[in-house]
């Protein structure tokens, strides 16, 4: 099983970015797919989730209104559409899929998830 993400770059404040994360080796249309980062220095915290079983989904407080999660099942990707970027959002962003679909409580967590991408680098400049 391999996840691999692509689309990050530099982009200037108030710019966008397209994250994709393709999956290979099993589908994911029924498990957790969720969107991670992590900046120097600092914990890998969740960014947006998506949970299996009944596709809701969960973001940050800090992305809320700014980022979209979606994914097309047929293509085994999920993307991260990320608008009005800040600088505080600079950071490797991590998709990450687990093997059930989760629940609220454990969508959140790093731990849940059972299979990671590689990371892609998010610079937003001031």
Sequence with gaps: VQLQASGGGLVQAG??????CAASGRTFSRNAMSW???APGKE???????RGINGNTYYALSVKG???ISRDDAKN???LQMNS???EDTAVYYCAAGSSGGIASTLRTVNF????????LVTVSS
Excluded at 15 to 20: N, Q
Excluded at 44 to 50: D, S, W
């Design 85 to 87: 970027l800040k600088p």
């Design 66 to 68: 700014r980022f979209t």
């Design 36 to 38: 991670f980062r992590q």
């Design 77 to 79: 990707t999920v993307y």
């Design 44 to 50: 890998r915290e969740i960014v947006a989730a998506f």
């Design 113 to 120: 998830y059972d299979y990671w991408g590689q990371g892609t």
């Design 15 to 20: 710019g966008s970015l397209r994250l994709s």
